[in-house]
């Protein structure tokens, strides 16, 4: 299996003025095209600092890191930007949803922003919701949706560019039970169908056991997992 995401000796401190945390140690880490992976680990372990690197949200402070063969922290950032909303989607625990928009239009909206038409944003956006099995709420609010239907609706704004890598932090972390197995359940059959590559956060073991492979963390470093 290639790798699609290729890090090494990932380093990351945050400087306060007054103390400095190293978050990440020297990490390396390899992901497979199309490889469904969880990260795991304790609160405070670097999984989120990790997960911002690697998709380039974050500056590292040492290290490289290779997205299909290509450095994202050596692009300038306009490029690093159209980079990300053309090849990666991101669900965070925390819906996001804009409460004036109806499902629909949250989910086009970052085509919108990409500069799409109308049109084929809305045709991609109600294709997008079909994938949820939500289309039929295309026109509600999320204040008119269940947490697990918000969720769904987060899901398919991230699939709506059709990306290359899903990165999820915490996805199901606001969820109850039912509505977090059956958001993962989805997960898992969108990574078989459309073959996209799947990296997700989590301190959930039921989430990481569904998974391909667990990569764990421990105080910034990577202490089992990481041979894909």
């Given at each position: 299996?290639?790798?699609?995401?290729?890090?090494?000796?990932?380093?990351?401190?945050?400087?306060?003025?007054?103390?400095?945390?190293?978050?990440?140690?020297?990490?390396?880490?390899?992901?497979?095209?199309?490889?469904?992976?969880a990260v795991m680990g304790p609160s405070g372990c670097g999984k989120t600092t990790l997960l911002n690197c690697l998709s380039g949200l974050d500056e590292l402070t040492e290290g490289q890191v290779l997205i299909e063969g290509?450095?994202?922290?050596?692009?300038?950032?306009?490029?690093?930007?159209?980079?990300?909303a053309k090849k990666m989607g991101f669900i965070f625990q925390t819906f996001n949803l804009l409460p004036v928009l109806t499902a629909a239009e949250n989910v086009e909206l970052p085509l919108l922003v990409s500069g799409m038409?109308?049109?084929?944003?809305?045709?991609?956006?109600?294709?997008?919701?079909?994938?949820?099995?939500?289309?039929?709420?295309?026109?509600?609010?999320?204040?008119?949706?269940?947490?697990?239907?918000?969720?769904?609706?987060?899901?398919?704004?991230?699939?709506?560019?059709?990306?290359?890598?899903?990165?999820?932090?915490?996805?199901?972390?606001?969820?109850?039970?039912?509505?977090?197995?059956?958001?993962?359940?989805?997960?898992?059959?969108?990574?078989?169908?459309?073959?996209?590559?799947?990296?997700?956060?989590?301190?959930?073991?039921?989430?990481?056991?569904?998974?391909?492979?667990?990569?764990?963390?421990?105080?910034?470093?990577?202490?089992?997992?990481?041979?894909?």
């Open positions: 299996m290639s790798s699609i995401i290729s890090a090494k000796n990932v380093h990351k401190t945050y400087d306060t003025g007054k103390i400095q945390v190293k978050a990440l140690k020297g990490v390396d880490v390899d992901v497979g095209k199309g490889e469904m992976v290509q450095d994202v922290h050596a692009m300038k950032d306009n490029a690093r930007t159209e980079y990300r038409k109308l049109k084929e944003a809305r045709q991609k956006a109600e294709s997008a919701l079909e994938l949820v099995d939500l289309k039929e709420w295309k026109n509600h609010k999320p204040s008119e949706l269940s947490g697990g239907q918000r969720q769904r609706v987060t899901i398919a704004r991230s699939l709506v560019n059709e990306p290359t890598i899903v990165w999820g932090d915490e996805p199901t972390g606001n969820l109850d039970t039912e509505n977090s197995n059956d958001v993962l359940d989805l997960l898992i059959r969108l990574n078989k169908e459309n073959k996209q590559t799947f990296v997700l956060i989590t301190h959930d073991p039921s989430i990481g056991n569904k998974c391909q492979r667990i990569i764990e963390m421990r105080s910034g470093l990577i202490t089992k997992g990481n041979q894909k």
